[in-house]
């Protein structure tokens, strides 16, 4: 059985400051992705890491994974107040059918 | 306007009924996902379905079924069997060509029991 685990759960930091949240997987996957949702609302896609080694940018945020060790991680530069949100990894368990299985969850306070 | 609709976007049960989510995408996808989030929690899977007339149990299905005799079509019915149905449920839709790989989800369904 496939388990993801995500930490922290719940992380509150203040604004201009740099943290990163760690995803781990419990079975081989070549396929990770990173959501985004808000409270209350559906799940936005931020990332889709498809290789060992796969590193993604996008604004202050920043997703990379090593297959080996079964190891994601979305690292935050200088975060901003809109950056709050909860933040899922999500693991693929049959490669190409897209069959996710989701970590809890953190969720990110980013404080004025 | 390309995307995935899901509806209502509240409902309200009394125990002892099945009522029907509804999720549509013009996106033409081939894939199409059911999920359920209870508050709190990350995302888990009930049923998907790769191709229209074919559909898979995911991890939690039991009280839960589906339908696919249309592309864009993917309805689930909470059963009365499902013992505790209360939460948030999201549908999925993904592309199984190309490059893109993510799925996409829609704006969920609020269920209640009373």
């Known amino acids: 059985e496939l388990k993801v685990e995500q930490n922290p759960l719940f992380l509150s930091m203040q604004e201009g400051k740099n943290y990163t949240i760690y995803c781990n997987y419990s079975?081989?996957?070549?396929?990770l992705y990173w959501y985004r949702q808000d409270p209350g609302k559906s799940l936005e896609s931020l990332f889709v890491?498809?290789?060992?080694?796969a590193v993604k940018q996008e604004g202050r945020l920043m997703a990379s994974l090593d297959t080996k060790a079964r190891l994601s991680t979305l690292h935050i530069t200088a975060a901003v107040h809109d950056l709050s949100a909860t933040y899922f990894c999500a693991v693929d368990l049959l490669a190409g059918r897209s069959r996710l299985t989701f970590g809890e969850g953190t969720q990110l306070t980013v404080n004025p | 306007d390309g995307g995935i609709t899901q509806s209502p976007k509240y409902l309200f049960r009394k125990e002892g009924q099945n009522v029907t989510l509804s999720c549509e995408q013009n996106l033409n996808h081939d894939a199409m996902y059911w999920y359920r989030q209870d508050p709190g929690q990350g995302l888990r899977l009930i049923y998907y379905s790769q191709i229209v007339n074919d559909f898979q149990k995911g991890d939690i299905a039991e009280g839960y079924s589906v339908s696919r005799e249309k592309k864009e079509s993917f309805p689930l019915t909470v059963t009365s069997a499902q013992k505790n149905p209360t939460a948030f449920y999201l549908c999925a839709s993904r592309s199984t060509t190309g490059t893109s790989d993510t799925q996409y989800f829609g704006p969920g369904t609020r269920l209640t029991v009373l």
């Open positions: 079975t081989t996957s070549d396929r």
């Open positions: 890491l498809l290789s060992n080694g």
